[in-house]
Antibody, heavy 119, light 108 residues
Framework: EVQLVESGGGLVQPGESLRLSCAAS????????MNWVRQAPGKGLEWLSY????????YYADSVKGRFTISRDNAKNSLYLQMNSLRADDTAVYYC????????????WGKGTTVTVSS | EIVLTQSPGTLSLSPGERATLSCRAG???????LAWYQQKPGQAPRLLIY???NRATGIPDRISGSGSGTDFTLTISRLEPEDFAVYYC?????????FGQGTRLEIK
């Protein structure tokens, strides 16, 4: 079964850091581009970051550029999101997503991990 | 950045009726880069349509996508109870990837 499982969410104070992880299984992780997408409470979907299968090309949304870093370890079938200088408006459910090049869309979503930034 | 505007914000229909959801792009988009998702409360989104008109795996044929240029449509021909949810369009023709604000399809 194709699966993405996020972990690492939690409650942090403004200005602190958090690292999200995503464990992939059931498919050849190293062959797929990946993204992080988030959803603030009661709000819509927001794309955050993209990484190619080999990790050589990376893109970020302006809202997180300079604060968040996406990375992957294909040997461990894992995707990461390092989040620094967290703000209250970063409070959201964070989804790890698979991005087949041929679809140009997300075909597999994790269940998400919740990040709450509050003092 | 390509802005996507979805309409209506909320659509109230009854099971068995036809639903037509609109997604308008701020500039012309290649059909290859337009997708639709369904999201139910407490769940992750699910891919319905990619490339404007291609159904994802397991999506019934009563759900269809169409459109080109700046105007795209998601049509559900005969609403089933499980279709009542929030729907998002998404454009991936360039970075940043963008989503529409969503259309809530509710039971009338």
């Amino acid at each position: 079964e194709v699966q993405l499982v996020e972990s690492g969410g939690g409650l942090v104070q403004p200005g602190e850091s958090l690292r999200l992880s995503c464990a992939a299984s059931g498919f050849t992780f190293s062959s797929y581009e990946m993204n992080w997408v988030r959803q603030a409470p009661g709000k819509g979907l927001e794309w955050l970051s993209y990484i190619t299968s080999g990790g050589r090309s990376i893109y970020y949304a302006d809202s997180v550029k300079g604060r968040f870093t996406i990375s992957r370890d294909n040997a461990k079938n894992s995707l990461y999101l390092q989040m620094n200088s967290l703000r209250a408006d970063d409070t959201a459910v964070y989804y790890c997503t698979r991005w087949p090049w041929s679809y140009r869309a997300v075909d597999v979503w994790g269940k998400g991990t919740t990040v709450t930034v509050s003092s | 950045e390509i802005v996507l505007t979805q309409s209506p914000g909320t659509l109230s229909l009854s099971p068995g009726e036809r639903a037509t959801l609109s997604c308008r792009a701020g500039q012309s988009v290649s059909s290859n880069y337009l997708a639709w998702y369904q999201q139910k409360p407490g769940q992750a989104p699910r891919l319905l349509i990619y490339g404007a008109s291609n159904r994802a795996t397991g999506i019934p044929d009563r759900i269809s996508g169409s459109g080109s240029g700046t105007d795209f449509t998601l049509t559900i021909s005969r609403l089933e109870p499980e279709d009542f949810a929030v729907y998002y369009c998404q454009c991936s023709s360039s970075f940043p990837i963008t989503f529409g604000q969503g259309t809530r399809l509710e039971i009338k």
